[in-house]
């Protein structure tokens, strides 16, 4: 019958069509076949027959239950419209959501890519005496979208409208095609070849699945085999028969009567179905699936949604949206864009690096975890301690990769690498579990994981130390009548490389013991060891990867910021004038960016605390001006810009987390507001690194290290005044180097006290002073007492005869020097106090 909807354009509907009452009739490969040549006719095609079919196709279990697992992937994925100039336009993506029309429109798309074509007519309908849009699908039966065509009745092929022609077509009535017959085309075959196998199945379980029921007589008389016959018939549904004593009797059997054959041939059609709908098969291969198969399946239906959204969107934005607009539903020029997909595992895992340093709204937390935050629990001392270690780490690597722009000129400092990659170096945490695991709890230090620390950040340094050899600008050359111009980065004074190695092994040894701390009380508040491992890698996550990669980008800035600064100080007659600049990228922090383009004298005192870096990550640098390039600069204006960012938030935070300073002068990489545990704690820290002994580094007891030494100690023939007088100077002061080129200054009144007099006997071993720290057995660093800071490098260099010990102390202005040398007292005392502390070689 006629449906007699309107719309208050035509008054009737534009598109009418017959309702016909459809018989379901035994579709099989036959009929497909028919089907199909009948849509592909040249001259005539008939699609109805073929819509059919596929309406049978979608009765399918799998099939439903596969497109619906692909199509909800679309369905609960948020979307937003986009103004021209890019920004959401929150109230008509807000109105959309909640209208009908738009699930409407998404599974309508999403069935034509199935069906083959799709066609919508809009209609104005009241509901509860208010005028409404609506709109539905037209009856695939009624259209033939390869020459345009619509049937009032799909059975007369005679009487049809030429659609696309209509004044409605594009307004009232939208059309979407996919170009092809529809990927259900390629699921008739398998779907009719499961049902046939399932109803064969079924017979053989009819049959071979009840046994038959067996009844052997010998008598004659009608009466009494009637009798048995309808008793036979009313015991139930199984196979029976009623024969004479002298018979036999047996079922003939095929190549297999257990259904297997059926079995294996089901499983393949709906491997078929599932690739065809999904990419895979998800979740139902129960005897031969797996973990890792499923994550593929996975990825692969995610590339399919991929597709259709993207399908989606291109039907939203080219069809719908311009409809939507000239019906008032939606308003001005709108893009449709689906919100790009989260990896909710790789968010939460940011969020918790976010955790201890920012506040984090917890609705937002609620919304995109599902995880309600009620109050703030209390805290465990273990959760203060690791809380009190998180505070001081400040800022981490949440800036991207400085990409230098093309053209940006190649000045001195500019040569940023923040995010670089890890060395292999670097500590394992799985190996740190295993030692918090042997230990119950209780390890006391894990030298592996400090020394692969400290090796990991002094590589960072020395890469940024080794720099590059770059020009300057060729305008700069020019001006000064220079021809190509290059400056080799480098620092010369030994000294100061020394003081920033033995700095990064203390921040080292304090980190790892602070991991160490952690992963100790981890173990001890976990009921069992697999949340102990649970808890123990996000721990070290955190300490191996978040912070470690942001310790050893700082490296790597100092290192060159260092060798920066002694290279413009070098030129500083040439250029006496120093730039402040920025990557000028969206990363720097707006207070950095206002100091960007900052010119000073090289020698004005303000450098010395705004000398970049200036906080975790910070990839600022400063670029050598000469007189000719600073011509009108009034740098009294440029000093208030200094004072104005050191009256700033961001200058206090950065002081407060040891930046402010100048690391090329100071010759630390990581200050005293830097190191994992500060303040009231650092005695006990101090107390409990000090007191690490070979034991704890597994090392082999004094008498049997002892064992390695190959001759005696060297006896000096000479004079001490005239070995002093051999030895190299270093700013005018005597000089012995190590086996790493660490400089050791002798100061002669020390000299004189150690080889005059009482100790005089000294001046015996000055040749073994030299042997022993130039290829020492061991290498000590430690404090003059329990408590203090590790400043003394003790060398021990076993002999034959006896084992030296050299030891030079780092002073006040970061300069090594030689403090005494001695044979080591053999008492287990004794060797104790000079085996102990940091093992930083051996």
């Known amino acids: 019958?006629?449906?007699?909807?309107?719309?208050?354009?035509?008054?009737?509907?534009?598109?009418?069509?017959?309702?016909?009452?459809?018989?379901?009739?035994?579709?099989?490969?036959?009929?497909?076949?028919?089907?199909?040549?009948?849509?592909?006719?040249?001259?005539?095609?008939?699609?109805?027959?073929?819509?059919?079919?596929?309406?049978?196709?979608?009765?399918d279990a799998l099939v439903t239950s596969q497109r619906a697992n692909r199509d909800n992937q679309v369905h609960s994925s948020e979307f937003s419209l986009k103004k021209p100039n890019g920004e959401i336009d929150k109230e008509q993506t807000k109105l959309l959501k909640k209208h009908p029309l738009y699930r409407f429109f998404n599974q309508t798309v999403l069935d034509t890519e199935w069906f083959g074509y799709n066609v919508v007519e809009f209609s104005i309908k009241e509901y509860i005496g208010t005028k409404k849009l609506n709109a539905e699908v037209v009856p695939r039966y009624n259209f033939t979208p390869q020459n345009g065509r619509f049937f009032k009745d799909y059975t007369d092929p005679t009487q049809y409208i030429k659609y696309r022609e209509l004044p409605e077509y594009g307004t009232w009535i939208l059309e979407f095609y996919s170009g092809h017959e529809g990927l259900l085309n390629k699921l008739v075959a398998p779907v009719l070849l499961t049902r046939f196998t399932e109803s064969c199945?079924?017979?053989?379980?009819?049959?071979?699945?009840?046994?038959?029921?067996?009844?052997k007589t010998n008598t004659q008389d009608t009466t009494q085999l009637n009798r048995a016959e309808r008793m036979m018939r009313?015991?139930?549904?199984?196979?029976?028969?009623?024969?004479?004593e002298t018979e036999e009797f047996e079922f003939a059997k095929g190549v297999s009567t257990n259904g297997d054959v059926y079995k294996n041939l089901l499983n393949h059609l709906r491997d078929k179905i599932c690739q065809m709908i999904v990419g895979g098969l998800i979740g139902q291969d129960t005897e031969n699936g797996s973990r890792s198969k499923d994550q593929v399946s996975f990825d692969m239906l995610w590339l399919l949604v991929q597709s259709d959204m993207a399908r989606i969107e291109e039907a939203w934005n080219n069809t719908i949206i311009p409809a939507l607009v000239a019906h008032g539903v939606l308003k001005g020029e709108l893009t449709f864009e689906f919100e790009p997909a989260e990896d909710l595992g790789d968010l939460w895992k940011f969020v918790q690096g976010l955790l201890p340093h920012y506040q984090?709204?917890?609705?937002?937390?609620?919304?995109?975890?599902?995880?309600?935050?009620?109050?703030?629990?209390?805290?465990?001392?273990?959760?203060?301690?690791?809380?009190?270690?998180?505070?001081?780490?400040?800022?981490?690597g949440f800036f991207h990769k400085a990409l230098l722009s093309q053209d940006r000129r190649a000045e001195c400092g500019c040569l940023h690498t923040i995010g670089?990659?890890?060395?292999?170096?670097?500590?394992?945490?799985?190996?740190?579990?295993?030692?918090?695991?042997?230990?119950?709890?209780s390890l006391r230090f894990s030298p592996e994981t400090m020394q692969s620390t400290a090796k990991t950040l002094i590589k960072g340094f020395n890469r940024g130390l080794s720099g590059s050899k770059i020009k300057l600008s060729a305008i700069v050359a020019k001006r000064l009548d220079f021809g190509q111009v290059e400056i080799r980065y480098g620092i010369d004074d030994p000294h100061l490389l020394t003081s920033f190695e033995l700095n990064m092994f203390r921040f080292s040894a304090g980190k790892t013991l602070a991991e160490v701390q952690a992963l100790n009380q981890a173990f001890r508040d976990a009921p069992n060891f697999d949340v102990f491992r649970t808890n123990a890698q996000r721990i070290g996550d955190v300490f191996n990867e978040t912070w470690l990669r942001t310790e050893y980008d700082t490296a790597v800035l100092t290192g060159e910021g260092a060798t920066t600064y002694y290279s413009l100080m070098q030129d500083a007659e040439v250029f006496p004038y120093w730039e402040y600049r920025t990557v000028g990228d969206g990363s720097v922090r707006p207070e950095h960016a206002d100091l960007d383009g900052l010119i000073l004298p090289a020698n004005d005192p303000m450098w010395q605390k705004i000398y970049p870096p200036n906080g975790w990550n910070c990839r600022c640098y400063v670029v050598a001006r000469s007189r000719e390039e600073v011509q009108g600069i009034n740098f009294s204006e440029q000093r208030d810009r200094v004072n104005d960012y050191f009256g700033s938030d961001e200058?206090?935070?950065?002081?407060?987390?040891?930046?402010?300073?100048?690391?090329?002068?100071?010759?630390?990489?990581?200050?005293?507001?830097?190191?994992?545990?500060?303040?009231?704690?650092?005695?006990?820290?101090?107390?409990?690194?000090?007191?690490?002994?070979?034991?704890?580094?597994?090392?082999?007891?004094?008498?049997?290290?002892?064992?390695?030494?190959?001759?005696?100690?060297?006896?000096?023939?000479?004079?001490?005044?005239?070995?002093?007088?051999?030895?190299?100077?270093?700013?005018?002061?005597?000089?012995?180097?190590?086996?790493?080129?660490?400089?050791?200054?002798?100061?002669?009144?020390?000299f004189e006290i150690h080889t005059t007099g009482k100790k005089?006997?000294?001046?015996?071993?000055?040749?073994?002073?030299?042997?022993?720290?130039?290829?020492?057995?061991?290498?000590?660093?430690?404090?003059?007492?329990?408590?203090?800071?590790?400043?003394?490098?003790?060398?021990?260099?076993?002999?034959?005869?006896?084992?030296?010990?050299?030891?030079?102390?780092?002073?006040?202005?970061?300069?090594?020097?030689?403090?005494?040398?001695?044979?080591?007292?053999?008492?287990?005392?004794?060797?104790?106090?000079?085996?102990?502390?940091?093992?930083?070689?051996?």
Do not use: C
């Open 420 to 441: 670089l990659k890890l060395p292999k170096e670097a500590p394992k945490t799985e190996t740190l579990i295993q030692q918090i695991a042997e230990a119950e709890g």
């Open 760 to 842: 005089a006997k000294r001046s015996l071993l000055l040749e073994a002073v030299t042997d022993t720290i130039d290829s020492a057995d061991e290498v000590w660093l430690r404090g003059k007492t329990a408590t203090s800071k590790m400043d003394e490098m003790v060398y021990l260099k076993y002999y034959l005869d006896r084992t030296i010990v050299v030891i030079g102390r780092q002073n006040k202005s970061n300069i090594v020097e030689l403090l005494t040398w001695f044979p080591l007292n053999e008492k287990q005392e004794v060797i104790d106090r000079y085996r102990r502390g940091l093992l930083i070689k051996k």
């Open 1 to 59: 019958m006629e449906n007699k909807n309107t719309n208050s354009k035509v008054g009737k509907r534009v598109l009418p069509w017959t309702a016909k009452s459809v018989s379901r009739v035994r579709q099989d490969i036959r009929s497909w076949n028919n089907a199909l040549n009948i849509s592909r006719l040249a001259d005539d095609p008939s699609n109805w027959r073929l819509q059919l079919l596929y309406d049978e196709v979608m009765l």
């Open 360 to 396: 984090i709204d917890p609705e937002w937390i609620k919304e995109k975890f599902g995880i309600e935050i009620t109050a703030e629990r209390t805290r465990t001392s273990f959760e203060e301690t690791l809380g009190l270690m998180m505070s001081h780490r400040g800022e981490q």
């Open 651 to 750: 200058f206090d935070r950065a002081v407060s987390q040891g930046f402010g300073v100048n690391r090329a002068v100071t010759g630390e990489v990581f200050t005293a507001n830097q190191q994992y545990i500060t303040g009231k704690n650092l005695s006990q820290t101090n107390r409990q690194l000090n007191s690490l002994t070979a034991d704890d580094y597994r090392m082999k007891p004094y008498s049997e290290a002892k064992k390695t030494a190959k001759a005696d100690a060297p006896t000096y023939e000479g004079s001490a005044q005239e070995w002093l007088a051999n030895r190299a100077t270093l700013n005018n002061v005597p000089t012995i180097y190590d086996y790493n080129g660490r400089a050791l200054a002798i100061n002669p009144t020390v």
């Open 234 to 244: 009313d015991m139930g549904s199984a196979s029976w028969f009623i024969i004479d």
């Open 201 to 215: 199945w079924s017979e053989l379980a009819e049959i071979y699945g009840i046994p038959p029921r067996v009844m």
